[in-house]
Nanobody, 122 residues
């Protein structure tokens, strides 16, 4: 049974930082592209960042230079380092896994984490 567990969310002031983690089990982690999405109230889910084991990465324009995705295949974990957080970053953040990197970029995923709430106060 595949499971993705998202952790690391919380309440932070604008300009602060958080690091989200997503630990996977039940799959061959290194064979999957991993991504981070978020969904704010009343808005559609959006892809923020993605990476594969071949060092391909993708970032949404609005988070470039502020967010960094990384992965540790030995720990079956993908991270999202978020710096210079803004109130507009407030959302539930989800990690996702898809074997094929191009499909992940299109928003198609095989597995999802349960989500972790990030709230940025002004």
């Amino acid at each position: 049974q595949v499971q993705l567990v998202d952790t690391g969310g919380g309440l932070v002031q604008a300009g602060g930082s958080l690091r989200l983690s997503c630990t996977a089990s039940g799959l061959t982690f290194g064979s999957y592209a991993m991504g981070w999405y978020r969904q704010a109230p009343g808005k559609e889910r959006e892809l923020l960042a993605a990476c594969d084991s071949g060092n391909r990465t993708y970032y949404k324009d609005s988070v470039k230079g502020r967010f960094t995705i990384s992965r540790d295949n030995a720990k079956n974990t993908v991270y999202l380092q978020m710096n210079s957080l803004k109130p507009d970053d407030t959302a539930v953040y989800y990690c996702a896994a898809k074997r094929q990197y191009p499909f992940l970029i299109l928003g198609i995923s095989d597995y999802w984490g349960q989500g972790t709430q990030v709230t940025v106060s002004s």
